[in-house]
T-cell receptor, first 113, second 112 residues
């Protein structure tokens, strides 16, 4: 079945450090891939997405590239800020099914000044 | 901009009590979802409704029922609450043809 695996957290970084959060997936078809972010006390918000191989999603300085050959969609940011502290979820949507999202377990990021 | 509104924000129940979590969206979305979020488990789909008048089970439907009252509203009912249902519950909605999910701010439920 379809699944998403994210790196275990929590991740603690200093401000302006480089961020990578690893995400790999298993899917039978050609899914769309997403990163959602959850700030403290809030619901999830879409951060970025990619719908086909080699697509790069980007938003707010975050980037992720859809790598079909390694079934990966790693999230990166060159210089994190304290305001980036949140929980990040990788997700996929398999077009062949009902199209419901399958989420990873989430990675908590804490950025210290 | 209201978006997806969930009520209540917090609730404490005793084992065996019943309650209904309410969700409404004002974006004219066809699809609506209920998820639960547990530590170390991510989000798991409980039930979803692809359109008004239809509902389907997700990954973890046992112990829950849903009602798609109209296009705007999608409620989740716990008939006899159990401690295993202590969780944070999120409602979400999506427009047909658009892959972006819009989430409510969640309901934190504790079952003692």
């Amino acid at each position: 079945g379809n699944s998403v695996t994210q790196m275990e957290g929590p991740v603690t970084l200093s401000e302006e450090a480089f961020l990578t959060i690893n995400c790999t997936y298993t899917a039978t078809g050609y899914p769309s891939l997403f990163w959602y972010v959850q700030y403290p006390g809030e619901g999830l918000q879409l951060l970025l997405k990619a719908t086909k191989a080699d697509d790069k999603g980007s938003n707010k300085g975050f980037e992720a590239t859809y790598r079909k050959e390694t079934t990966s969609f790693h999230l990166e940011k060159g210089s994190v800020q304290v305001s980036d502290s949140a929980v990040y979820f990788c997700a996929l949507r398999d077009r062949g099914s009902q199209g419901n999202l399958i989420f990873g377990k989430g990675t908590k990021l804490s950025v210290k000044p | 901009n209201a978006g997806v509104t969930q009520t209540p924000k917090f609730q404490v129940l005793k084992t065996g009590q019943s309650m209904t979590l309410q969700c409404a969206q004002d974006m004219n979305h066809n699809s609506m979802y209920w998820y639960r979020q547990d530590p170390g488990m991510g989000l798991r789909l409980i039930y979803y409704s692809a359109s008004e008048g239809t509902t389907d089970k997700g990954e973890v439907p046992n112990g829950y029922n849903v009602s798609r009252l109209n296009k705007r509203e999608f409620s989740l009912r716990l008939e006899s609450a159990a401690p295993s249902q202590t969780s944070v519950y999120f409602c979400a909605s999506r427009a047909t043809g658009n892959e972006k999910l819009f989430f409510g701010s969640g309901t934190q439920l504790s079952v003692l």
